[in-house]
């Protein structure tokens, strides 16, 4: 049953930024939603502005949805993209935001960690075509080190969007000396390989292209050193997860 939410009272959430034309973050062309706050500390993050549940802009629903029904003509084989960020950590505002897409008969989509109280994030997935989950690595040891955060409820998430059977997209950013050992690879290969709901894995070299960011912010870039994976580091990585039957690029 869907959620019932009170349309009297304006929603308002706080975002980052939009991105209006955006063609990496799900099927065709996206309207690209970036909201405001994240739980996880990852070494690798390139929005690091976007920790912060405090900043970013505070905005109602309508005005985003208004700002969407500009560009709908150009996403009807895309259609719309909360990231963050973590969209969960703003469940109401999320939720709300891609009921109004449906009604709109667009394309929905949520770029997501998982790292959340499952509870919190099922009226979100109410209105969710597709979830594209970051999972950041599979040993809780390295996984901890990575995000600052546990891998557990990532995973919980993960078994959840099966059992529902929500179409997903799984996303891994290797970097190297970081993310790369082959038993973390072939331990999150094989458990994406359970999920009968997952169409699709993407691996994501690691960049560098946020590492201004962290300057600005006065925050120490602990991975200044670390160079992007070579185009052959990167296919060996998605042959282990095809390896698992999966489709992977």
């Not at 308002?12 to 909201?35: A, K, L």
């Not at 960020?85 to 939720?95: I, R, S, T, W």
């Not at 993960?158 to 996303?171: E, F, G, S, V, Y």
Request: hydrophobic residues 40%; negative net charge; proline residues 8%.
């Amino acid at each position: 049953m869907d959620t019932v939410i009170n349309t009297l009272t304006p929603v308002t959430g706080r975002i980052h930024s939009i991105e209006t034309c955006g063609t990496v973050d799900g099927p065709g062309i996206r309207f690209v939603i970036f909201t405001q706050g994240c739980p996880l500390r990852c070494l690798y993050c390139h929005n690091p502005d976007c920790r912060d549940p405090h900043d970013g802009k505070a905005v109602t629903v309508e005005e985003l949805m208004s700002e969407v029904r500009k560009y709908k003509p150009y996403l009807r084989k895309g259609g719309v993209t909360i990231t963050g960020g973590e969209p969960l950590m703003q469940p109401h505002f999320v939720a709300e935001i891609l009921r109004r897409c449906h009604e709109l008969g667009l394309h929905t989509a949520l770029d997501t960690s998982g790292f959340v109280e499952l509870e919190a994030a099922k009226s979100v997935l109410e209105h969710t075509d597709l979830v594209l989950l970051d999972i950041k690595s599979f040993l809780p040891d390295l996984y901890r080190e990575v995000t600052h955060v546990p891998l557990e409820p990532t995973l919980i998430f993960a078994r959840h969007l099966a059992q529902i059977n929500k179409p997903t997209w799984i996303r891994f950013v290797l970097v190297p000396g970081l993310t790369d050992p082959e038993e973390n690879v072939k331990g999150l290969a094989q458990f994406v390989a359970t999920l009968s709901n997952v169409e699709r894995v993407e691996v994501l070299p690691f960049h560098k292209m946020g590492e201004y960011k962290w300057q600005q912010l006065g925050l120490p870039y602990l991975l200044k050193d670390v160079e992007p994976p070579s185009p052959e580091q990167v296919a060996k990585v998605v042959q282990i997860f095809r390896d698992q039957g999966l489709k992977a690029s």
